[in-house]
Antibody, heavy 121, light 110 residues
Framework: QVQLVESGGGVVQPGGSLRLSCAASGFTFSSFGMHWVRQAPGRGLEWVAFIRYDGYNKYYADSVKGRFTISRDNYRNTLYLHMNSLRAEDTAVYYC??????????????WGQGTLVTVSS | QSVLTQPPSTSGTTGQRVTISCSGSSSNIGSNYVYWYQQLPGTAPKLLIYRDNQRPSGVPDRFSGSKSGTAASLAISGLRSEDEGDYYCAARDDSLSGWAFGGGTKLTVL
């Protein structure tokens, strides 16, 4: 079955950097696009970034553009989110999510359990 | 302020039918599929509806989706206590070159 396991969260000072990872299994990782979605404490879901199945196209929310970089390693079945110039408002649980198949028209069909990033001095 | 607008809360009694609305625009709901997600307390979101009105295998037929123009809705019939949680709509937004979520609706089962 599909499994997505995030790691790399923690406490970081404002202006600092962090790299999140998402280990994927149970499906052909190299055939699907992948998303990062975050959820600030007590708040709703916010889409962060998307990377195409082959890594050649990447899209970002305006709130993270120029600071965050999404990448993937199709040999290691792993998705990454490199976060720089972190701000207090980046504090959230970060979820990785698999893109739905063509029959779903995309979307987010499976989600990991999330990893908490806290930006605080 | 979310791009897709949902009511912050709704409630119903066991066995009742409730609907949750999701309002957007021509750049998102009006031209792309709508998806619905359920997030139970302390858990990750789960896909309930894809392509406006389709249910993944394993999702009970108590859950149904519909769309008209730039608005969509999720209906839950035969309400159960375990349905209590947060519900989100989502759609690709062509003007953002990305994805938009609704602000979420908290469902309380009385």
């Amino acid at each position: 079955q599909v499994q997505l396991v995030e790691s790399g969260g923690g406490v970081v000072q404002p202006g600092g950097s962090l790299r999140l990872s998402c280990a994927a299994s149970g499906f052909t990782f190299s055939s699907f696009g992948m998303h990062w979605v975050r959820q600030a404490p007590g708040r709703g879901l916010e889409w962060v970034a998307f990377i195409r199945y082959d890594g050649y196209n990447k899209y970002y929310a305006d709130s993270v553009k120029g600071r965050f970089t999404i990448s993937r390693d199709n040999y290691r079945n792993t998705l990454y989110l490199h976060m720089n110039s972190l701000r207090a408002e980046d504090t959230a649980v970060y979820y990785c999510s698999k893109e739905g198949p063509a029959s779903y028209g995309g979307g987010f069909d499976y989600w990991g359990q999330g990893t908490l990033v806290t930006v605080s001095s | 302020q979310s791009v897709l607008t949902q009511p912050p809360s709704t409630s119903g009694t066991t066995g009742q039918r409730v609907t949750i609305s999701c309002s957007g625009s021509s750049s998102n709901i009006g031209s792309n599929y709508v998806y619905w997600y359920q997030q139970l307390p302390g858990t990750a979101p789960k896909l309930l509806i894809y392509r406006d009105n389709q249910r993944p295998s394993g999702v009970p037929d108590r859950f149904s989706g519909s769309k008209s123009g730039t608005a969509a809705s999720l209906a839950i019939s035969g309400l159960r206590s375990e349905d209590e949680g947060d519900y989100y709509c989502a759609a690709r937004d062509d003007s953002l070159s990305g994805w938009a979520f609704g602000g979420g609706t908290k469902l309380t089962v009385l």
